[in-house]
């Protein structure tokens, strides 16, 4: 409404040319006509417009709509917008499913990683990893730092590996991305892990001693 007052005066000019007021008319005429170049100059096309005005008018007017993208569109319309975007993900947040979803999504990515970096070591292709080839293969600094950023950051690797590993030496496929999948993530697992099954052995050791079973050991009265 305040564009079609402010082109009034134009539109009622006696001196522009007939041609040049329709042309302006056309974009500002009416209400309805001022609304719809409003929006247009809003949403992105507004150099038509705006060029109309300086060539008709003034080239003042060129200054008016930049001025008016400046403060109007990015200040207000783009801050409305990322209001509009975070709550939208504040949303889907909070959904349970689409939560599900992400993190399946991300397991399943991970493992895919997982096996890549599996297949990377298995240098015999015989489908299993043996120590010797796992240790080759965290010597090397890119390995190491492909694992880091799957969040496994381990110093004793070798302790890794026999968690892995089962108890035969060697590690297959579905043993690694299993193993790793579940070591991952928050810090010091693997050392946690690591930790128990040393106490679990001394446990078992203090066990057999109480029992007279370890060698050397005489039998309890």
């Known amino acids: 409404m305040s564009m079609a007052q402010l082109l009034h005066g134009y539109l009622s000019d006696g001196n522009s040319s007939v041609a040049d007021r329709q042309d302006v008319f056309n974009y500002f005429g009416t209400y309805t006509r ?57 949303a889907a947040a909070g959904d349970d499913h689409i939560a599900m979803m992400r993190k399946k999504k991300a397991q399943e990515s991970c493992d895919r990683k997982l096996l890549e970096v599996f297949h990377e070591m298995d240098t015999s292709g015989d489908g299993l990893v043996s120590w010797d080839e796992f240790a080759v293969a965290v010597e090397d600094p890119i390995m190491r730092q492909y694992l880091s950023t799957l969040e496994m950051e381990v110093s004793d690797f070798h302790s890794l590996f026999r968690l892995l590993d089962g108890g035969d030496g060697l590690v297959e496929s579905r043993e690694f991305v299993a193993g790793i999948s579940t070591l991952r993530g928050q810090a010091k697992n693997v050392d946690l892990l690591v930790l128990m099954k040393s106490v679990q052995k001394m446990s078992e050791a203090v066990g057999k001693l109480e029992a007279g079973l370890l060698p050397g050991t005489p039998s309890a009265p």
Do not use: D, Q
């Open 34 to 90: 001022t609304l719809i170049t409003m929006c247009e100059l809003t949403l992105g096309n507004w150099a038509p417009p705006s060029r109309l005005l300086m060539s008709r008018v003034g080239e003042s007017w060129g200054l008016f709509i930049v001025a008016y993208r400046c403060i109007f569109c990015f200040a207000i319309v783009n801050v409305a917008a990322a209001v509009f975007i975070t709550e939208t993900h504040r």
